[in-house]
């Protein structure tokens, strides 16, 4: 039997799929593959696949990436380096495998994240898992279809995927099957497109699931690190030792780097409490939330200047198109850091074995957190193994691995395994933010209500969809980089929450402007069919022009819409704004949402209505306050994130889209979330909004 | 080091009997979960304002972060690990499953455990009374409506059982 087949022709990617080309390559392996599944037939799947970001690394391809393993015994495992935190990938690269080969489900082993045994899939953000990773585990998957088929034909026998993986005539199936099989068309699809929940419910309805944090290792120790009190505060002196004295812990000192480890999680805090009354601060000063915005505007980067350039966009001219314009407005809009505050929040299991690390860690950057690892303690990355057992929710907020260095400091020391799960506290103050972001915006409306200038500024927030889906023949969009008082990072949406906050409460002012109805402005002023079917979709259902006949004191109808990674949302909301505290109630909301073929309904109805609810928070409750380099409302009890209670009514209507490929749709429903409430706010008492949480006197 | 006083604690742990030497304010959290192995119940916040630690003690739900382990002494603790019986989901744990209550699942077992508090004292809850009875504990994958219908399948199955007991 060879050991290796070489792919004659490559495949010739369709438009779409530039960015993830697959070509493949089969390989026979009874070697490297024996810890996960034994003995039997691997399919690789070579190039740039299924990197987490387009643009990011990866287009250089050329490595084999295992995608797909047949055991002798015939259990089939998929191979991945995306990671489940609650988004459901896990289930969908089953699904995906599972139509692909003609099985059920239920007997695909998806092994994800664990960087001895997978493919560097990159990072598990920007959506990226459905676009890019389910069509190389589909690839796969009909590839091993294929050749199942062709050896059936050879055989002439009913040959099983464990024939298959067994068989001495794989090379002349091999051989049949150039460049290559297809995929199974959307109208054939008999488990993808259908509603499944997660496959493994029984662990987790059991407690029988180990996430990151509850990994237990013989001989384990637990953790914990001496934080500083305040942003940017140095340790001027401590005493380690004093751990020691106050529990049964022993104290880590390297540099700034305090820890202690213990028995028990209590020993251990106390050994550190011990420590933090021993410790000398130097403070530094930090700008508060409430001058935020004017921290930003003043250390926002011009061009010429110190700090890094802005990022520009721009066509026609600004200034012409306002001159020519009839209608010409003008407004700031400002979006405050928020936390992602998963419900489980940092944690990683170290242990050093051999010479070698392993880490469990709840991270969505596994082979990023290896890099890290590799660099902290100046290892080679054979020596790092990194683990991502399922997660507690990510919310794009774990994408760095400091709990995992951490942990591996203590148990370097220790000599011992070591688990660090960050305290609540620590997740509100340590963790990063989504970033906050100020908004300049000018535009104007020609005598047809249409745009005629658009000018578009934006202060730290990031640029995922800064660019306006609306026509206009003079625009600029202009990023600019500002001091952050707050590490930030990645969020749900990330700056499109942003920036179509900003956009779509400002298209409200200008339909105003124009004397237009709010829809009948974007519909207008919009020549992306599939941005307009959202819209209608949403409107229709909420009964948008008939609302807007009655008229209740207080009671106002909001419409925005968005569109980010590759998929379409609209909303509408009814909002009562309350007259004492300004703050806007949902009595009911619709959103329409489209992001191609529907791979698994039931999974995408569960992450639009999360993203709803979630998007409430941001939309009218959270916004993260610090002072003298401390939060003011870093926990739970201070800092208010959607409960039952909070659930407005709602209605979800998804539109399938067979005849366009399957984007990803974690994300880009919550953007259209707080413009929809601020501008029913608008609606209900003519006040405007321009913050986010949405607050307006009623 | 310290001679942090210890004692010895007695109490039942689903079903089964427990002692255990400890200092009597370590949070039953962490007993159950570092001594015991029952990582099933989860650390969310230590303030009690998530829930996700939510254990039975002598049938009702408690948060196990707030409560310290010498509150258990003398009392039966039920934890997710302990909810079903031979092998059998527990119709609140079957409901869950069925209906896809779960994104990210670490609210799940404090959510779970909240649910069958409920309905020991209430069989046939409103959609009022459960969203009342479940405000405490957090999801933040905010997979609300479903963890809604859940309850609600898990409250039919429950009749279904007792209707046919009858």
Redesign the interface.
């Known amino acids: 039997m060879p050991d290796k087949i070489d792919l004659l022709e490559p495949l010739e990617p369709e438009r779409y799929e530039l960015r993830e080309a697959p070509t493949y390559e089969f390989t026979l392996s009874r070697r490297e593959f024996v810890e996960v599944a034994g003995a039997g037939l691997l399919i690789t799947v070579t190039g740039s696949v299924a990197r987490a970001q387009p643009g990011a690394a990866g287009r250089s391809g050329g490595t084999l990436e295992s995608r797909l393993h047949i055991g002798e015994d015939g259990t089939v495992t998929i191979l991945t380096g995306k990671v ?5 990938s896990r289930t969908e690269l089953a699904m995906a495998a599972a139509e692909e080969m003609r099985i059920a489900p239920e007997r695909v082993r998806v092994v994800m994240a664990d960087t001895d045994l997978v493919p560097n899939d990159g990072l598990t953000a920007g959506s990226r898992t459905t676009p890019s990773t389910v069509p190389a585990v589909r690839a796969a998957a009909a590839t091993a279809r294929e050749l199942l088929e062709n050896l059936r034909r050879t055989a002439k026998s009913a040959a099983t995927y464990t024939d298959l993986a067994r068989s001495s005539e794989l090379a002349a199936a091999y051989k049949q099957t150039p460049g290559g099989a297809a995929v199974t068309p959307v109208k054939d699809w008999q488990v993808l497109g259908r509603p499944r ?2 496959i493994d ?2 662990e ?8 990151p ?2 990994i ?1 290792r013989q001989g384990m120790l ?1 953790g914990s690190v001496l934080r500083a009190p305040s942003y940017g505060a140095t340790l001027a002196a401590v005493d380690p030792g004093a751990a ?6 022993v104290a880590v000192r390297e540099g700034n780097f305090v820890g202690c480890v213990a028995p ?4 251990s805090r ?1 050994g550190l409490e011990a420590i933090a009354a021993t410790a000398r601060w130097e403070t530094k000063e930090h700008p508060s939330s409430a001058k935020l915005f004017a921290h930003l505007k003043e250390t926002a980067s011009k061009p010429g200047g110190a700090s890094r350039a802005p990022r520009i966009q721009s066509k026609g001219s600004i200034e012409d198109g306002l001159g020519e314009s009839k209608h010409r407005l003008r407004a700031e809009y400002r979006v405050p850091f928020i936390q ?6 940092r944690a990683a299991v170290a242990e050093w074995a051999d010479g070698r690390l392993t880490v469990w860690t709840g991270t969505q950057n596994p082979f990023g957190v290896r890099d890290q690892l590799v660099q902290a303690f100046h290892l080679t990355p054979e020596k790092v193994r990194v683990i991502v057992p ?6 794009g907020g774990k994408h760095t691995g400091e709990t995992a260095i951490e942990a591996a400091r203590l148990a370097k020391e220790a000599g011992r395994p070591v688990s660090l ?1 960050w ?3 620590e997740e509100f103050m340590w963790a990063y933010f989504r970033p906050a972001g100020l908004f300049e915006i000018e535009a104007g409306v020609d005598a047809n209500g249409l745009i005629h200038a658009w000018d578009f500024s934006n202060y730290n927030a990031g640029t995922a969809a800064i660019e306006s889906p609306y026509r206009s023949a003079n625009a600029r969009t202009r990023f600019l980089y500002c001091d952050s008082p707050l590490r930030e990072g990645s969020y749900r949406g990330i700056a499109a929450t942003a920036n179509n906050f900003a956009r779509e409460c400002f298209i409200d002012e200008l339909a105003l402007a124009a004397s237009a109805d709010p829809l009948e402005f974007r519909l207008a002023n919009l020549d992306d069919t599939r941005m307009r079917d959202v819209l209608l979709a949403a409107s229709k259902q909420f009964n948008w022009r008939e609302r807007g006949a009655k008229r209740t004191p207080r009671v106002g109808r909001g419409i925005a819409c968005g569109t980010e990674k590759g998929s379409y949302v609209a909303a509408c909301a009814e909002v009562e704004v309350d007259v004492n505290s300004g703050q806007p109630h949902v009595r009911d909301f619709v959103m329409a949402f489209e992001c191609g073929a529907i791979l698994n309904p ?1 999974n995408l109805r ?1 992450q639009v ?6 998007g409430l928070g941001g939309a009218l409750t959270e916004a993260i306050e610090f002072e003298n380099g401390q939060l003011k409302n870093g ?3 201070k800092y208010r ?5 909070d ?1 407005p009514p709602f209605e979800v209507v998804l539109v399938n889209r067979p005849d366009l490929p399957p984007a990803g749709a974690g994300e880009t429903p919550i953007i259209a979330v707080a413009p929809a409430i601020a501008n029913a706010a608008f609606d209900a008492t003519g006040e405007r909004s321009r913050s986010m949480p949405v607050r307006v006197k009623a | 080091m310290s001679a942090a006083l210890k004692t010895t604690f007695r109490f039942a742990v689903n079903g089964r009997a427990r002692i255990i030497k400890t200092e009597g304010d370590r949070p039953l959290l962490e007993v159950l979960r570092e001594d015991l192995g029952l990582t099933g119940t989860k650390y969310g916040c230590g303030e009690g304002q998530c829930r996700a630690c939510t254990v039975l003690l002598d049938g009702k739900a408690v948060t196990s972060c707030l409560t310290p382990v010498s509150a258990a002494a003398g009392k039966k603790v039920v934890t997710i690990e302990g909810l079903a019986t031979d092998g059998k989901l527990h119709p609140v744990q079957e409901a869950f499953a069925a209906e896809g209550a779960i994104q990210c699942g670490y609210c799940v077992p404090g959510m779970i455990l909240t649910t069958a508090a409920l309905l020991e004292k209430n069989a046939r809850p409103t959609d009022r009374q459960i969203v009342d009875a479940l405000n405490g504990n957090l999801c933040r994958c905010s997979g609300y409506p479903r963890i809604l219908v859940a309850v609600r399948r898990a409250v039919e199955m429950r009749g279904a059982a007792d209707a046919g007991q009858d």
Request: no cysteine; charged share 20%; proline share 5%.
């Open positions: 489940e935190v609650g988004q459901g929940y997660r419910g029984r987790i309805v059991t407690g029988a699931h180990q996430f944090s509850d237990q637990y020691a004295k106050a529990a049964d812990a028990t999680s209590y020993a106390k992602h505050a998963p419900m489980e929040p399922d997660s507690g929710g990510g919310f799960r305290t609540r506290a039931a569960m209505e999360g993203s709803i609810i979630q926990s739970f009890a994130v959607p409960r039952f209670r659930v």
